[in-house]
Structure formats: structure tokens, C-alpha cells
């Protein structure tokens, strides 16, 4: 089929490579404006585009969707269906109604659940233990279209949003695939949404990354594992952030005063949670990169008694 595919992050990436690899003819590839990142804060071009262009596809990077020499260069691209994978923008009506066939769209959860901007994290700080990919037919609210096809994965249970995320994103990508063989051939089902099962998944806000050490040692390790990694939970330690990126759970039963530092030793130091501990293995100090806790404590010792938390 002629494509217009609209993605912008690395989650999009598979699902393009994989629609490329099926033949499909792509009238445009269309993603977001290049943005600074970095340190340097560099202007980059999203992973979207650059796979776009390795691929020798057109790419248009539109800075405002309802802009209508936009809309109309869109229209003169004739696509007979749109493709949506982490796209990060709000279609118009206008554009829903544009293709022949649809807009089909690819969502990181198992619709009716975790619709909106952070499924992934929001199923691991949630201590799920299924999510999975849906393809739907998009409609103007809210990852509310008819659902075409389903595909579950497990969440292990020290599984971090990272590797939720990549497995999620090559499973996407066949599940795409199956869905356009589907479409083409007239036969993709339209399966309605049931609302009363429906929750969601707004964006994360900073306070969020903030490590509550009175919470349960089980909700802290679901924390910590879904913002690994990115955006990466932390601590307060006299007075600078300590992202945590690793931990393990110990003594579940344990009681004491939350975030009280009880042991240090080769692995890294475990901490009292509002209910069991936690075996921190993997830190992040102020300027430096990720490392293992042990590698820490070299460089920045830590004694038993000592108190962390944030105000």
C-alpha cells in the first residue's frame, strides 16, 4: 500500500524498518522537528527521521500540524492509509479523514488499558505483570479506536521499563506488519473498546521520580524499574540527587525508620523502606554516569545510620 508513516522515537523505529522491509511504498515519513539534546544541547534529528533517511525515504517535519501548507502537501501525497507509531502529536480530523483506508494506529498497552502518553512506564511502576501492542483504527479522542489485533508479553518482575519498551517495540512491529497484510485484504476486524475498562497513562510528571522511602520496598522497586531509564528514580543524599537505577528486594518484613542506610557492603548499601528493604546495586551521582553502587561507595562513602531521603 502507499504509506504515509508518522513516528518520532526509537519505539518507532522497528515498525518503520519492518513496513520498509514489506515492500510498502512510502509517499512521506513524517516526524517532528530536529530538537537540542545533550549536554551541548546539539540539534538532532529524531531516530525516525534518520532511519528515514538511511532508508531513502522522504521525511517532512512539520512544526505545526494544522498548518495548511502542510495540510495540503498531505493531501496531494494521496496515502491510502496512515500509519501512527509513537508520533508524539494530535491528529486533526481533517488528517483521520484524509487516507482511503484509515489511520491505523500502534499503542505500546492492551487497550482498553493504559491509554495516553506513558503506558510502558506506567504498567512497571504499577507492578503489572502482562501488557502487550494493539493496532486500532484512530479516532479524534483519546487511543479510543476500534481495535484490530492484540499481542500480550510478560512483564518479569525485574523487568525495567527499558526492556519493556525494546521487546514491546519488535513485537509492535510484526503485529504492524499483520495488521496492513490484514488491511490490504479487506479483512482487519473492527473490535469496539469496552469504556468501562478503560484507564490511562498521562505523561510523567518530575515529582514522580522523587523516591518516598516510607512507601513499601515493593512499591519503591516498581519506581525504580519504571523510570530506568529514563527519567531514573532518586534520593536525596546531604542535599544532592542520587538517581538510583538498580536495586534489589530484601528483608520484606522488615520495619524500622524509612530510609535509614542498615548495611553497606560489596554489593552496595541496603535501605529501610516503609515496610522491607531494598539492596541498592546501581547509582547515579551528581555529573557522573551510571555505576555500580560498590563503584560508588569508593568514591563516596557511606556509613550504617545514615539517613537519605528527599524533603
Given at each position: 500500500?502507499?504509506?504515509?508513516?508518522?513516528?518520532?522515537?526509537?519505539?518507532?523505529?522497528?515498525?518503520l524498518q519492518a513496513l520498509v522491509a514489506a515492500g510498502h511504498e512510502f509517499a512521506a515519513v513524517?516526524?517532528?522537528?530536529?530538537?537540542?539534546?545533550?549536554?551541548?544541547?546539539?540539534?538532532?534529528?529524531?531516530?525516525?527521521?534518520?532511519?528515514?533517511?538511511?532508508?531513502g525515504l522522504p521525511v517532512r517535519q512539520p512544526s505545526d500540524m494544522k498548518d495548511r501548507e502542510?495540510?495540503?502537501?498531505?493531501?496531494?501525497?494521496?496515502?491510502?492509509?496512515?500509519?501512527?507509531?509513537?508520533?508524539?502529536?494530535?491528529?486533526?480530523?481533517?488528517?483521520?479523514?484524509?487516507?482511503?483506508?484509515?489511520?491505523?494506529?500502534?499503542?505500546?498497552?492492551?487497550?482498553?488499558?493504559?491509554?495516553?502518553?506513558?503506558?510502558?512506564?506506567?504498567?512497571?511502576?504499577?507492578?503489572?505483570?502482562?501488557?502487550?501492542?494493539?493496532?486500532?483504527?484512530?479516532?479524534?479522542?483519546?487511543?479510543?479506536?476500534?481495535?484490530?489485533?492484540?499481542?500480550?508479553?510478560?512483564?518479569?518482575?525485574?523487568?525495567?521499563?527499558?526492556?519493556?519498551?525494546?521487546?514491546?517495540?519488535?513485537?509492535?512491529?510484526?503485529?504492524?506488519?499483520?495488521?496492513?497484510?490484514?488491511?490490504?485484504?479487506?479483512?482487519?476486524?473492527?473490535?469496539?473498546?469496552?469504556?468501562?475498562?478503560?484507564?490511562?497513562?498521562?505523561?510523567?510528571?518530575?515529582?514522580?521520580?522523587?523516591?518516598?522511602?516510607?512507601?513499601?520496598?515493593?512499591?519503591?522497586?516498581?519506581?525504580?524499574?519504571?523510570?530506568?531509564?529514563?527519567?531514573?528514580?532518586?534520593?536525596?543524599?546531604?542535599?544532592?540527587?542520587?538517581?538510583?537505577?538498580?536495586?534489589?528486594?530484601?528483608?520484606?518484613?522488615?520495619?524500622?525508620?524509612?530510609?535509614?542506610?542498615?548495611?553497606?557492603?560489596?554489593?552496595?548499601?541496603?535501605?529501610?523502606?516503609?515496610?522491607?528493604?531494598?539492596?541498592?546495586?546501581?547509582?547515579?551521582?551528581?555529573?557522573?554516569?551510571?555505576?555500580?553502587?560498590?563503584?560508588?561507595?569508593?568514591?563516596?562513602?557511606?556509613?550504617?545510620?545514615?539517613?537519605?531521603?528527599?524533603?
Amino acid at each position: 500500500m502507499r504509506l504515509v508513516f508518522m513516528g518520532t522515537p526509537d519505539f518507532a523505529v522497528p515498525s518503520l524498518q519492518a513496513l520498509v522491509a514489506a515492500g510498502h511504498e512510502f509517499a512521506a515519513v513524517i516526524t517532528q522537528p530536529d530538537r537540542p539534546r545533550g549536554r551541548g544541547k546539539k540539534l538532532l534529528p529524531p531516530p525516525v527521521k534518520s532511519t528515514a533517511l538511511a532508508a531513502g525515504l522522504p521525511v517532512r517535519q512539520p512544526s505545526d500540524m494544522k498548518d495548511r501548507e502542510f495540510l495540503e502537501d498531505l493531501r496531494l501525497l494521496q496515502p491510502e492509509l496512515i500509519v501512527v507509531v509513537a508520533f508524539g502529536r494530535i491528529l486533526s480530523r481533517e488528517i483521520l479523514d484524509l487516507p482511503a483506508r484509515g489511520c491505523v494506529n500502534l499503542h505500546a498497552s492492551l487497550l482498553p488499558r493504559y491509554r495516553g502518553a506513558a503506558p510502558i512506564h506506567r504498567a512497571v511502576m504499577n507492578g503489572e505483570v502482562e501488557t502487550g501492542v494493539t493496532t486500532m483504527w484512530m479516532a479524534p479522542q483519546l487511543d479510543a479506536g476500534d481495535i484490530i489485533l492484540q499481542e500480550k508479553l510478560p512483564i518479569p518482575p525485574e523487568a525495567t521499563t527499558g526492556e519493556i519498551h525494546d521487546r514491546l517495540a519488535e513485537v509492535g512491529a510484526g503485529l504492524l506488519v499483520h495488521t496492513l497484510e490484514l488491511i490490504a485484504a479487506g479483512r482487519a476486524p473492527r473490535l469496539p473498546q469496552d469504556e468501562a475498562l478503560a484507564t490511562y497513562a498521562p505523561p510523567l510528571k518530575p515529582e514522580e521520580e522523587v523516591i518516598h522511602w516510607e512507601q513499601p520496598a515493593q512499591v519503591i522497586y516498581n519506581q525504580i524499574r519504571g523510570l530506568n531509564p529514563w527519567p531514573g528514580a532518586y534520593t536525596l543524599r546531604s542535599g544532592e540527587r542520587l538517581k538510583i537505577y538498580g536495586a534489589r528486594l530484601t528483608d520484606p518484613s522488615a520495619i524500622g525508620r524509612a530510609g535509614r542506610v542498615v548495611e553497606v557492603g560489596r554489593e552496595g548499601f541496603v535501605v529501610q523502606a516503609g515496610t522491607g528493604r531494598l539492596l541498592v546495586t546501581s547509582v547515579q551521582p551528581p555529573g557522573k554516569k551510571i555505576m555500580p553502587a560498590s563503584a560508588y561507595l569508593q568514591g563516596y562513602p557511606m556509613v550504617p545510620g545514615e539517613i537519605l531521603g528527599c524533603v
